[in-house]
T-cell receptor, first 113, second 112 residues
């Protein structure tokens, strides 16, 4: 069974600075997807970024980028130029093709002004 | 707005009762997934339907059941409710095998 570990329960960052959230996973699969979801206080689950395991290039979406290390089974999220609206719980998730999402426990990110 | 709708937003009920949660997927999406988010268990997968057929079950209790109708909307039925069933229930939809999942706003269930 796949597992996802987020070792940082809480983090904080100053507005406009950069922060990196860590995620590791365990799987014997070779083909899979990895995701970061954001859950703000409204509790809505918002897809931030996705990475296909077969792609070596790291995914980027505006201020959000990932560092995907397949051999190390590591998938960290970097948020640049942090904004107050980035304050949320962030979940790392693993998915085999056409299958369920397996979530980590989440990291609470607080952006301070 | 993800395009996935869930009703009701909030539900307060008593132990032993039965409730039905409803989900309408994004237009064109054939897959519907149900997840439960609770303080002690985190986000847990419950069940997956694809074009009306059950595809996978997670840690779903026998008291819980789901179905997906021909118009692709889905319902999650929770019966003999217990205090521990209080949680946020999410529905997510995707466009087919291997696509990312988009979440609805969730239904917050409180069992008193």
């Amino acid at each position: 069974a796949q597992t996802v570990t987020q070792s940082q329960p809480e983090m904080s960052v100053q507005e406009a600075e950069t922060v990196t959230l860590s995620c590791t996973y365990d799987t014997s699969e070779n083909n899979y997807y990895l995701f970061w979801y954001k859950q703000p206080p409204s509790r809505q689950m918002i897809l931030v970024i996705r990475q296909e395991a077969y792609k070596q290039q790291n995914a980027t979406e505006n201020r959000f980028s990932v560092n995907f290390q397949k051999a190390a089974k590591s998938f960290s999220l970097k948020i640049s130029d942090s904004q107050l609206g980035d304050t949320a719980m962030y979940f790392c998730a693993f998915m085999r093709y056409g299958n369920k999402l397996v979530f980590g426990a989440g990291t609470i990110l607080r952006v301070k002004s | 707005d993800s395009g996935v709708t869930q009703t009701p937003k909030h539900l307060i009920t008593a132990t032993g009762q039965r409730v039905t949660l409803r989900c309408s997927p994004r237009s064109g999406d054939l897959s519907v997934y149900w997840y439960q988010q609770s303080l002690d268990q985190g986000l847990q997968f419950l069940i997956h339907y694809y074009n009306g057929e059950e595809r996978a079950k997670g840690n779903i209790l026998e008291r819980f059941s789901a179905q997906q109708f021909p118009d692709l909307h889905s319902e999650l039925n929770l019966s003999s409710l217990e205090l521990g069933d209080s949680a946020l229930y999410f529905c997510a939809s995707s466009g087919g095998e291997g696509f990312e999942q988009f979440f609805g706003p969730g239904t917050r269930l409180t069992v008193l």
